[in-house]
């Protein structure tokens, strides 16, 4: 069974429902670019997938769908949150989802795709471009932090380590601000890639060619402090 996601998160900013489209757009482009077979027929999400209504890739359309979907009068304070997603045959079902614009200090910004599957496991081409998923949030979410992680991965680590559950902790891959970039400890394994915004990316895969090391391995024990000294969450 397949459930990997690729998240990131950000404080207080900020943003029209059209600079928050904007960015949508330049996302779910960037996503198409990468995979088109999986990152394509995007849908509105509703309970009947079978009814669902295609979204067009314009950031008219989708800042109307915002709009739609977000109809409370603070919605300048607590932020839009709504979701897309695909039902693309022999792909695993992505989603898409956002909560943006928010400016209250209860609220945290944030953006989360998901790859879920019965039938379907990691060894599949998007999932393992998830570090190049990242990138793409990175650059145009403009995220402080940010992971992708399998699930079972996830609660492993959890519950090897202790952790709760909004502990910090490092994934298949994951993304650093600038400064947070700063305080990774040298020499960490991983393939590093820098991003539009000064941001570090470590893919702890290899490039999707293999899973992150084990904990008796040495090269794995960096891990931990990296999470905890760069504060990113999971």
């Known amino acids: 069974m397949l459930y990997v996601v690729v998240n990131g998160g950000w404080g207080r900013r900020q943003e029209s429902v059209v600079q928050i489209a904007e960015r949508w757009v330049e996302s779910l482009s960037a996503l198409g670019d990468l995979n088109d077979a999986a990152f394509t027929g995007w849908l509105e999400a509703v309970?009947?997938?079978?009814?669902?209504?295609?979204?067009?890739?314009?950031?008219?359309?989708?800042?109307e769908y915002l709009k739609r979907e977000n109809p409370e009068s603070d919605v300048d304070?607590?932020?839009?949150?709504?979701?897309?997603?695909?039902?693309?045959?022999?792909?695993?079902?992505?989603?898409?989802?956002?909560?943006?614009?928010?400016?209250?200090?209860?609220?945290?910004?944030?953006?989360?795709?998901?790859?879920?599957?019965?039938?379907?496991?990691?060894?599949?081409?998007?999932?393992?471009?998830?570090?190049?998923?990242?990138?793409?949030?990175?650059?145009?979410?403009?995220?402080?932090?940010?992971?992708?992680?399998g699930r079972a991965?996830?609660?492993?680590?959890?519950?090897?380590?202790?952790?709760?559950?909004?502990?910090?902790?490092?994934?298949?891959?994951?993304?650093?601000?600038?400064?947070?970039?700063?305080?990774?400890?040298?020499g960490f394994p991983g393939t590093y890639a820098r991003t539009a915004h000064g941001g570090l990316i470590i893919d702890l895969t290899r490039g999707g060619a293999e899973e992150p090391e084990h904990r008796d391995d040495p090269r794995r024990q960096p891990a931990t402090a990296c999470s905890r000294r760069t504060g990113a969450t999971p």
């Open 77 to 149: 304070r607590i932020g839009y949150t709504t979701s897309l997603l695909t039902n693309n045959p022999g792909m695993p079902r992505v989603t898409f989802s956002i909560h943006a614009g928010g400016t209250s200090e209860w609220v945290t910004n944030s953006v989360a795709l998901s790859f879920r599957s019965r039938k379907l496991d990691e060894s599949v081409p998007a999932v393992n471009r998830s570090s190049d998923v990242l990138r793409i949030l990175a650059d145009a979410w403009d995220i402080d932090t940010g992971q992708a992680y």
């Open 153 to 186: 991965q996830y609660d492993a680590v959890r519950d090897e380590f202790g952790l709760d559950n909004s502990a910090p902790r490092c994934g298949r891959s994951v993304y650093l601000s600038a400064k947070r970039a700063a305080l990774a400890p040298e």
């Open 47 to 63: 309970d009947d997938i079978s009814t669902a209504p295609r979204m067009p890739l314009s950031v008219a359309a989708l800042s």
